[in-house]
């Protein structure tokens, strides 16, 4: 009751200038994991990854098989030939290797290969399984189709003195590394026409290896094929041939 004016106005002014504190919100922090369940959650995104990954490979592998696979098939129907099935078997699980195992395989069917090189991966020839009597014209298609595609050449058995030549031709004028002709009856002619075509071309040869073992190559015409392999700086094997001159 005795409270005086100036009292009650100074007690309206502390009121009025009191401020309220908000109310803070409660903040609700997630759970924390264990260790087991990082663990968890790392390996399962982890195989999704590497499941995604070989999804992706899966699907580009298949489509080039159907690629390499139908380019070769095209070339067979293209000339009217049947296709050889170790060769499809080859271009399908990606071997960089086509070994014809076909008794019909011929000319035309090395055309239908030769056109697939490239498409199907290929960098070698083997026509050791196959008989080659049939060849004719086959070096000539090497020689002419190949060029720089080819590192491994194989020759056929019985293959002609006249389509061995040019096949060493073709082997000499291209990036071929390694030229089989073992066991091929190539005899002293062969061997002369090898000879020949590493003295008299002048420009560099890609060949590294030869090999002649078996050919039933006499002792004169191995001991110029070994003087000519060596100007070359290539490594010939030439057992089977000329007692004492096997290298």
Excluded at 18 to 32: D, F, G, N
Aim: glycine share 8%; with cysteine.
């Amino acid at each position: 009751e005795g409270i005086s004016t100036v009292d009650q106005n100074e007690e309206n002014k502390s009121k009025n200038n009191t401020y309220s504190i908000p109310k803070q919100k409660k903040v609700t922090t997630p759970p924390l994991l264990t260790s087991s369940q990082q663990n968890c959650n790392t390996i399962e995104s982890i195989l999704q990854r590497q499941w995604q990954g070989a999804r992706d490979w899966l699907k580009c592998r298949m489509n080039r098989e159907v690629d390499t696979v139908s380019s070769y098939l095209q070339a067979c129907a293209r000339y009217g030939l049947k296709p050889d099935g170790a060769i499809c078997a080859a271009a399908t699980f990606g071997s960089i290797v086509a070994r014809p195992n076909s008794g019909e395989f011929c000319d035309g069917d090395l055309l239908a290969l030769v056109e697939t090189l490239r498409p199907c991966g290929f960098r070698g020839i083997d026509l050791s399984g196959i008989d080659g009597s049939k060849l004719i014209n086959a070096g000539l298609t090497l020689r002419t189709s190949v060029r720089d595609d080819l590192i491994f050449l194989a020759l056929a058995p019985k293959t002609r003195i006249q389509a061995a030549d040019r096949f060493f031709l073709s082997a000499v004028s291209g990036n071929c590394r390694y030229l089989k002709a073992a066991r091929c009856d190539l005899g002293n002619r062969g061997a002369d026409a090898l000879t020949r075509v590493l003295t008299t071309r002048k420009a560099p040869i890609s060949l590294e290896r030869i090999d002649l073992s078996h050919n039933g190559i006499g002792p004169i015409a191995t001991a110029r094929l070994r003087t000519a392999a060596r100007t070359r700086n290539i490594l010939i094997n030439l057992r089977g041939n000329a007692a004492g001159l096997d290298l």
